[in-house]
């Protein structure tokens, strides 16, 4: 397993060096501008943070704004740096709903306007200019799916210009009077300043008579005060980089009166003093619409408990974790979780025939996008109960790692940013036997239906 892990990066990395390569004659001939090639591209894939008072370090909104970072903007692209999709394009799924990824045409198109010499062209070709981001947004909302039906509040934490890590936990009403479906979910810092302090914030729900909510992974219902604790289920997790969990139609969770929301807030100093916290969007099935199954929100390990965390100074080095799956299961996303050390993830499904399927690889992670993949409704991976979900994490402990703050430093398990972690959030949909088969018989006939149209397509 590791041995293809590591292939994996070989080839990652050689498909990187060749998209690096000058562009063909044919790219050469045709001349390449800012204006009318170039522009669409950066405004469909990369305004959205490279504008004034965003996130990222410079602004790509206009031609004057671009042209001193051209090099660089080819150097990220053509790696697959940028925008921030770092998915392995040669195993696992390749369909996603949120794919922000370039495709190799845009890529080409890039790299042989800065080759050219990144010329500007007609100011006449350029697109109409989108709307500059001036509040600290939803991205749900932006994406079309309207305004959030509710937004909860956590309370703020002032972190000191230097200070160590804090967790920062409170806990929430629901206000809410009825049951209530939940069928997308978004968290964010507080403001566009706390965005610098906020490292991770998980919004727990504290349960009112729903063991339900739990899933399987307990095994049934909850017998003690103690269980309903330690047992409480996850409404959604936040990382720097990510965006919102959209569930997979006919899927939710479900909402009732008297339950809270528990925060657990990753706050870290960076500089300046700053106050600020999280708040959750949620959006709602419209009332009387129920659906059919909930989805679970999980943290697949990938660091075997049994066995310690042990990243010596100035090495790349491993870990693992085995989790069976008690049910049939439909896994709707995909998001790996590292702190700095964080180098690569592999999620593999181990069938209970033996067979060994690559769900998703990342091999090139970068702590500052913690990206969410969302599979496409047709391609989410389903896998029958005792099936072996096998997580590998590689961490890089050494200078080459550029957000690794000191190669001589022991890392251990923690959770401070400059502690290691590895899991990998997934949400779950659990099937009975017949809905199972029945998925696998939907799936099969429209792979059929599409292989014989592209057969008469042929002919």
């Known amino acids: 397993m590791t041995g293809r892990t590591w292939f994996g990066g070989i080839v990652t990395l050689g498909a990187a060096l060749a998209l690096a390569a000058p562009a063909s004659a044919a790219d050469a001939a045709k001349q390449v501008t800012f204006s009318k090639d170039v522009a669409p591209i950066l405004q469909a894939k990369c305004q959205e943070c490279h504008q004034p008072n965003s996130i990222a370090p410079m602004s790509l909104i206009t031609f004057e704004e671009a042209r001193p970072w051209a090099r660089s903007i080819r150097e990220r692209v053509s790696t697959r740096q940028m925008p921030p999709w770092h998915i392995d394009q040669s195993v696992g799924v390749q369909k996603f709903k949120n794919d922000m990824s370039l495709t190799q045409d845009q890529i080409d198109t890039i790299v042989a306007w800065v080759d050219q010499g990144s010329p500007q062209g007609n100011p006449k070709d350029l697109p109409p200019a989108k709307p500059l981001v001036t509040t600290n ?34 806990e929430e009403e629901i206000p809410i009077t009825e049951p209530r479906w939940v069928k997308m979910v978004e968290i964010r810092p507080s403001s566009l300043k706390a965005r610098k302090i906020v490292h991770h914030s998980v919004a727990y729900l504290v ?184 997580v590998t994490a590689f961490y890089d402990n050494t200078k080459a790692n550029k ?39 939907e799936r099969k006939a429209k792979s059929k239906a599409s292989t014989d149209q592209q057969q008469q397509q042929q002919q």
């Open 137 to 170: 947004e939803w991205k749900g909302q932006r994406d079309g799916f309207g305004a959030p039906d509710l937004v909860i509040k956590s309370g703020e934490y002032t972190m000191p210009a230097v200070h160590q890590d804090q967790w920062w936990r409170d």
């Open 207 to 390: 349960l009112n008579n729903d063991p339900e909510a739990i899933g399987p992974r307990r095994g049934g219902a909850l017998q003690t005060a103690d269980d309903q604790v330690l047992g409480r289920p996850f409404l959604m997790e936040w990382a720097i980089g990510k965006g919102y969990d959209l569930y997979r139609p006919g899927t939710g969770k479900l909402l009732v009166p008297g339950e809270k929301i528990s925060w657990d807030q990753h706050i870290h100093a960076v500089g300046e003093e700053i106050t600020g916290g999280s708040e959750i969007a949620l959006w709602f099935y419209p009332k009387g619409e129920e659906p059919k199954h909930r989805s679970y929100l999980v943290a697949f390990s990938g660091i075997d408990p049994s066995k310690r965390l042990d990243i010596a100074p100035n090495s790349v080095t491993g870990s693992e974790g085995f989790t069976v799956l008690r049910d049939n299961t439909l896994i709707t996303n995909f998001q790996p979780h590292f702190h700095l050390r964080g180098k690569a993830m592999q999620v593999e499904a181990i069938l209970p025939t033996g067979q060994r399927q690559i769900v998703s690889y990342i091999s090139n992670f970068n702590f500052n996008w913690m990206t969410n993949y969302i599979y496409a409704d047709d391609a989410a991976p389903v896998f029958p109960k005792g099936t072996i979900i096998h």
């Open 403 to 441: 957000n690794n703050p000191d190669p001589e430093q022991w890392v251990g398990y923690g959770d401070r940013t400059v502690d290691e972690m590895a899991h990998a959030w997934m949400n779950c949909v659990y099937l009975n036997d017949d809905e199972y088969n029945q998925l696998l018989e």
